[in-house]
């Protein structure tokens, strides 16, 4: 996708609305397209399907109307609010068949087709779920958990607190990428589509890219069922304002016994209301860091999430002990003391930057995740990410270069390490990061154009694909000279087929 100068604040979220999608992470709109057109699209799926198999990544150029549904004003409006004015759409699209008298699915997160990565609370990357006919509740059409992006696990069953995405043709909702969600039962005699697209954040947001009346974070019109994590959406909503670190503190009230001794209760719910209760305060909880370092390693999600928020907000003074449970043994604890780490923003880059050379490769890993989720205010740990892009942990390499995208422009000095990656490490994911990283760094990576075209023929097609988005944006005469070179070699007819082959 491309930046659209005619784009009108009013195709732009609201406060309200981007409030409802940093709580239950989803938003449905509806495009103008009329009724006849989704049917075109519908028509020509079902008729290329029973021809062809499913349609996979070419479902774009072999219904190239789809484009027109992203091309919404509402929809590139959603977008622009959500991943910044200069998101790109992924390669990765898939139209899922939801069968006739189908039982559903299961609930799941979407994998990294084959890839490993780290689930980002920040909306870095998100997926926008099509009907191009109507899927009311009979005809079984996408569900969701909403607020449950946020969670690696399962905390409800029997599939509490499920929400149809119903719709009628032309319906468009779009998912923060990890919300938990799954296909409902078909009890029709009709197969439904749903044309799943994914979308990614090119840059870092410095101001608000919605419609925004009032910068603070308001928790307003959040359902009184909801879990509360208002820690973690202050802290999504202050770096979607352009706030590196988002910390705010709440008055002291002078009495910081009960909150802290009700992290030890036996109740789920108090446990996680007491941490998201210390996380308002900021620096007025310091005295909480022990206990909130202890509710890392609780067994209910939810108390883990705000215990990391509310050391994010408490900030530096939560860094060494954060640093040493980057070593825990348990996998979950590593994980929400990285989250805190990148909630603490600036302050922590020193220690994350000595961390880079733990022996212990998880340790290393999780470091590494931390300073690339905090971004620009990274840039003092170049010189140290710079030592590890040799590391022998596939894992810490492929974090390197999603922190040197992260930082954005101010990475130029490691696009020759970029470059190495991408030219020559096994790893197909990290070769995918690097181009991605290329991309993220913008016309500063000018120097990667003759590796990003060599790129373009990598046995693996989301390296590729990230190529063509780094040329893209790079926008030197070489640089489009490269992508021309590779469309008239790659460009396919959609038209071509055993029926008519000329």
Same mark, same amino acid.
Request: glycine share 6%; hydrophobic share 40%; net charge negative.
């Given at each position: 996708?491309?930046?659209?100068?005619?784009?009108?604040?009013?195709?732009?979220?609201?406060?309200?609305?981007?409030?409802?999608?940093?709580?239950?992470?989803?938003l449905t709109l509806?495009?103008?397209?009329p009724r006849?057109?989704?049917?075109t699209?519908?028509?020509?799926t079902q008729?290329?399907?029973?021809?062809?198999?499913?349609?996979?990544?070419n479902i774009?150029?072999?219904?190239p109307?789809?484009?027109?549904v992203?091309?919404?004003?509402?929809?590139?409006?959603?977008?622009t609010?959500?991943?910044?004015?200069?998101?790109v759409?992924?390669?990765?699209?898939?139209p899922h068949?939801?069968r006739p008298?189908?039982?559903? !699915?299961?609930f799941?997160?979407?994998?990294?087709?084959?890839? !490993?990565?780290?689930?980002?609370?920040?909306?870095?990357?998100?997926?926008?779920?099509?009907y191009?006919?109507?899927?009311?509740?009979e005809?079984?059409?996408?569900?969701?958990?909403?607020?449950?992006q946020?969670?690696?696990?399962?905390?409800t069953e029997?599939?509490?607190?499920?929400?149809?995405?119903?719709?009628?043709a032309?319906t468009?909702?779009i998912?923060?990428?990890?919300?938990?969600?799954?296909?409902m039962?078909?009890?029709?005699?009709?197969?439904?589509?749903m044309?799943?697209?994914?979308? =990614?954040?090119m840059?870092?947001?410095q101001a608000?890219?919605?419609?925004?009346?009032?910068p603070?974070w308001?928790p307003?019109?959040?359902?009184?069922s909801t879990?509360?994590?208002?820690?973690?959406?202050r802290?999504?909503w202050?770096?979607?304002?352009?706030?590196?670190n988002?910390?705010?503190?709440g008055?002291a009230?002078?009495?910081?016994a009960?909150?802290?001794?009700?992290?030890?209760?036996?109740d789920?719910?108090?446990r996680?209301s007491a941490a998201?209760?210390?996380?308002?305060?900021?620096?007025?909880?310091t005295?909480?860091?022990p206990?909130?370092?202890?509710?890392?390693?609780?067994?209910?999600e939810?108390?883990?999430?705000?215990a990391?928020?509310a050391?994010?907000?408490?900030?530096?003074?939560a860094?060494p002990?954060?640093?040493?449970?980057?070593?825990?043994?348990?996998?979950?604890?590593?994980?929400?003391?990285?989250?805190?780490l990148?909630?603490v923003?600036?302050?922590?880059?020193?220690a994350?930057?000595e961390a880079?050379?733990?022996?212990?490769?998880?340790?290393?890993?999780?470091a590494?995740?931390?300073?690339?989720?905090?971004?620009?205010a990274?840039?003092?740990?170049?010189?140290?990410?710079?030592?590890?892009t040799?590391?022998?942990?596939?894992?810490?390499?492929r974090y390197?270069?999603?922190?040197?995208g992260?930082?954005?422009?101010?990475?130029?000095?490691?696009?020759?390490?970029? =470059?190495e990656?991408?030219?020559?490490?096994?790893?197909?994911?990290?070769?995918?990061?690097?181009?991605?990283?290329?991309?993220?760094?913008g016309p500063?990576?000018?120097?990667?154009?003759?590796a990003?075209?060599n790129?373009?023929?990598?046995p693996d097609?989301y390296?590729r694909d990230?190529?063509i988005?780094a040329?893209?944006?790079?926008?030197t005469?070489?640089?489009?000279?490269?992508?021309?070179?590779?469309?008239?070699?790659?460009r396919?007819c959609p038209?071509?087929?055993r029926?008519s082959t000329h």
């Amino acid at each position: 996708m491309q930046a659209n100068s005619h784009l009108s604040d009013s195709n732009k979220l609201t406060d309200a609305q981007m409030r409802d999608f940093i709580v239950n992470g989803h938003l449905t709109l509806k495009t103008d397209l009329p009724r006849s057109f989704h049917e075109t699209i519908y028509r020509k799926t079902q008729e290329y399907t029973a021809k062809e198999g499913n349609l996979g990544n070419n479902i774009l150029p072999r219904v190239p109307e789809l484009q027109a549904v992203f091309e919404d004003p509402a929809v590139r409006g959603a977008f622009t609010s959500i991943l910044g004015e200069n998101y790109v759409m992924h390669s990765h699209r898939h139209p899922h068949q939801n069968r006739p008298h189908s039982d559903g !699915q299961g609930f799941h997160k979407d994998s990294y087709w084959g890839y !490993q990565k780290v689930r980002h609370h920040r909306p870095r990357w998100a997926m926008a779920f099509y009907y191009p006919q109507d899927a009311p509740l009979e005809m079984g059409p996408s569900s969701v958990l909403p607020g449950t992006q946020y969670y690696s696990t399962r905390i409800t069953e029997n599939n509490a607190g499920e929400l149809a995405l119903s719709g009628e043709a032309g319906t468009i909702t779009i998912i923060h990428f990890d919300l938990w969600h799954r296909a409902m039962a078909n009890q029709t005699d009709k197969t439904r589509y749903m044309m799943k697209f994914q979308f =990614i954040r090119m840059d870092a947001p410095q101001a608000p890219e919605w419609n925004v009346t009032d910068p603070q974070w308001k928790p307003e019109d959040i359902h009184p069922s909801t879990p509360a994590h208002h820690g973690t959406w202050r802290h999504v909503w202050n770096w979607m304002t352009g706030d590196s670190n988002g910390r705010t503190a709440g008055p002291a009230n002078g009495n910081l016994a009960a909150p802290i001794a009700a992290l030890s209760n036996d109740d789920d719910a108090v446990r996680a209301s007491a941490a998201d209760e210390l996380g308002l305060l900021g620096q007025s909880a310091t005295e909480a860091i022990p206990q909130l370092i202890q509710a890392l390693r609780d067994g209910y999600e939810p108390v883990r999430l705000n215990a990391a928020y509310a050391l994010g907000t408490i900030g530096e003074p939560a860094v060494p002990q954060l640093i040493e449970t980057l070593g825990d043994e348990n996998g979950p604890t590593r994980r929400m003391a990285a989250y805190a780490l990148a909630a603490v923003g600036a302050p922590a880059v020193p220690a994350l930057s000595e961390a880079l050379q733990h022996t212990e490769d998880a340790v290393r890993t999780e470091a590494a995740y931390a300073l690339a989720q905090i971004g620009d205010a990274a840039e003092p740990a170049i010189p140290a990410l710079m030592e590890r892009t040799k590391d022998a942990c596939a894992e810490v390499r492929r974090y390197l270069a999603d922190a040197f995208g992260g930082i954005g422009s101010a990475a130029a000095p490691a696009v020759p390490a970029l =470059i190495e990656m991408l030219e020559n490490d096994e790893d197909k994911q990290a070769r995918f990061e690097a181009a991605l990283a290329l991309a993220q760094i913008g016309p500063a990576s000018s120097a990667a154009v003759p590796a990003l075209a060599n790129a373009l023929r990598d046995p693996d097609r989301y390296v590729r694909d990230n190529a063509i988005h780094a040329l893209k944006r790079i926008d030197t005469i070489e640089a489009e000279s490269a992508l021309f070179d590779y469309l008239l070699m790659a460009r396919w007819c959609p038209i071509t087929n055993r029926a008519s082959t000329h």
